[in-house]
C-alpha cells in the first residue's frame, strides 16, 4: 500500500470533519515536497477551497490540523504554505517500510493472477540473413529484450519473438556473391563465424556491383539505367524469382549459408545475453502475406497495375501509393508483415502487439495498421510501433553494403577487453581473485558498460555511442552501479552474521538514511512508470539515482564500525535492501551486477 493510498481516506475524512463535504479520492492531489520546504510529501488544497469558502492558506492550515488530529502516528508535523500543505511522515512509517521491503520477494513488481494476465508480443532484432549483427541491432536487442521484463514486472505474460528476414534481393546478393567468388568458403575452412563470412559476400557484392556500373557509365549509360542493367543485379533478381519458384539448387543453397549465419547469430545472442521465445521466418510468412494481398485484389482493396504489379492506394488516409507485390510476383517486407501479423494472431491470444523497431520505419508501420485493418483483422488499429532513434559513431552513420558497420561481436569482444585493462589497477583489492574469476567480472562490467550506455538514453532520441565514456567507473555509468552493489556485498560479507533485527522504537533516522529508504519507496513507481512509457530510460535512472545515494550515505556514516547495535543493524538491513534493489533494477535492464569488483 503506498502512502498516497493511505493518506487519501485521512484527508476524506477531515474535509468532510471540517467543511461537510464529501470529496471523491480523485479530488486529493499528493505531489513530491519542493526541495526549499520541509516535507515527504505535500497534499494540494485548491480543489477544496471552494467549498470551504476560506483562503487557501487557511484551509491548509486547518486541514493540517485535523489530520494531526485525527492520529493514528502517521503523520509528525506539518506547514501550511498558501494553498500547500507540506507533510511531515513519522520515522516509524519508513522503518516498517524498509523492512517490509527487505522481506518482500518480488518488490517493485505488479502481481497478478495467472488467469488475469494479459499477453503482450514484443518483436525485436529482425536480423538479415546477409550479414552479422551491428551497433544498430544492439541497441534494437537491448531496447526490445529490457521492455520485455519491464512488462514482465507490470503484470504481463510476454511473449519475446524475432522475425527473420531470410528471403528477398537482398539475400540472394550475398548468395550470389559466394556462388561466383567464394570458392567453396566455409565457417571451417575461414574461421569465421557464418554471419560474418556471408556479411563479406554482401560487401564483395557491392564491390563488383559498384565496377559493373561504372563499367557501363563508361561505354555511355546514364547512372540509372547502369544500375538496372548491370549483370549482377540482373541475376540476383533472377535468383530471387527462381528462389520463389523452389528452385532445387537454389534453395539448397539458401538453406546452407542460413544455417551458417543462424549459427553466427545464436553465439552472438547468447553473449548479449537476450533470447526469444518464438521466432518467425520471412520464407514462411510472405506465402501467406501473398495470400491476404491477393485476397484484397478480389474483394477491391487493392489494384493491379498494368506491369502485373499490385498496390494499394492510401489517398483516403492522406498516404500515398504502396507497392505489395513486383511486376514478377515476387513480394516486398509489407507482404511479409502482412502475413507475420495474421499468424502471429493465430498463434497467441495477444492483447497488445509491440514492435520494437527504429524511428526510420514509422511510415512503413502507419501503412501495416491501416492495411491490416482494410483486409479486416480486427487488431490492425491495436499495433504499437515502439520507435527507437538511431545510433551514431563520431565518424557519421553506418552503411553495411560498405562494410563500414561497428559489428556488435566486435563492440562486446572490445567492452570486455576495456574492462580487463582497466581493471589491472585494481586487482591488488582483491589479492585471491582466479584468472577465471578475472575474466568474468571483466565479461559483466564490459557488457554492463555497453547496455546501461545505450539504455539510460531516452530511446527515441537519436545518441552518440561513446565506448570510452561508457566504461568510466565514476558517473552515470553502468560499472558506477555495478561497483555500488560490489561495495555493499563487500560490507555485507565483512559483517558475516544476519542483522536483520533492530529495534524501531529505539532507532533514529538520519536524513541521508531517510533518502534511502525514500528512494527504496518510489521503485515499483519507477516500474510502472517505465512500462507505461515503454522506456528502460526511467530504470536506469533510478538506478543511477539509487546507487548516488548510497555513496552519499557511505560516505558520511560508518556501518560496520558503528558502536550502536542497533544503527549498525539498520545500516546493514539497509545497505542489503539498496543492493537487493539495484540487482532488481538492473536485472530489468539486462544487466547483472557482480559479488566483487
Known sequence: MTLESILIPQVQEAVKSLYGVEITPAQVQFQKTRAEFEGDITLVVFPFVKAARKAPAQVAQEVGEKLLEQGQGLIEKYSAVQGFLNLIIAQSYWLEQLQGIAEADNYGQLSRGEDEKPLMMVEYSSPNTNKPLHLGHVRNNLLGYSIAKIQEANGWEVVKTNIVNDRGIHICKSMLAWQKFGNGETPETSGKKGDHLIGDYYVRFDVEYKAQIKELMAQGMDEETAKKEA?????????????????????????????????????????????????????????????????????????????????????????????????????????????????????????????????????????????????????????????????????????SREGTVVDADDLMAQMIADAKEISKDKVNTLPDITEEEANEIARVVGLGALKYFILKVDPRKNMLFNPEESIDFNGNTGPFIQYTYARIQSVLRKAGENNSAFNIQHSTLESKELALIQRLVDYPAAVRQAGDEFSPAVIANYAYQLACDFNSFYHDHSILNEADADKRALRLLLSQTVAKVIKSAMALLGIEVPNRM
Open 231 to 399: 549483370p549482377l543485379i540482373k541475376e540476383a533478381q533472377a535468383m530471387l524469382v527462381k528462389w520463389e519458384q523452389n528452385d532445387p539448387e537454389v534453395r539448397a543453397l539458401w538453406q546452407k549459408m542460413n544455417e551458417w549465419v543462424y549459427a553466427g547469430f545464436d553465439e552472438t545472442y547468447a553473449q548479449m545475453g537476450v533470447g526469444f521465445d518464438k521466432i518467425y521466418y520471412e520464407s514462411d510468412t510472405y506465402l501467406v502475406g501473398k495470400g491476404e494481398v491477393e485476397r484484397g485484389l478480389a474483394k477491391g482493396d487493392f489494384y493491379r497495375r498494368e506491369d502485373g504489379s499490385v498496390w494499394a492506394d492510401l489517398a483516403q488516409n492522406g498516404l500515398d501509393e504502396k507497392l505489395l507485390l513486383r511486376a514478377d510476383g515476387t513480394s516486398v517486407y509489407m507482404t511479409q508483415d502482412i502475413g507475420t501479423a495474421k499468424l502471429r494472431f493465430q498463434d497467441y491470444p495477444i492483447n497488445k502487439m509491440v514492435y520494437v523497431v527504429g524511428n526510420e520505419q514509422e511510415y512503413h508501420f502507419k501503412v501495416l495498421s491501416i492495411l491490416l485493418d482494410r483486409l479486416g483483422f480486427p487488431f490492425g488499429k491495436e499495433l504499437v510501433h515502439f520507435s527507437y532513434g538511431m545510433v551514431e559513431l563520431p565518424n557519421g552513420k553506418m552503411k
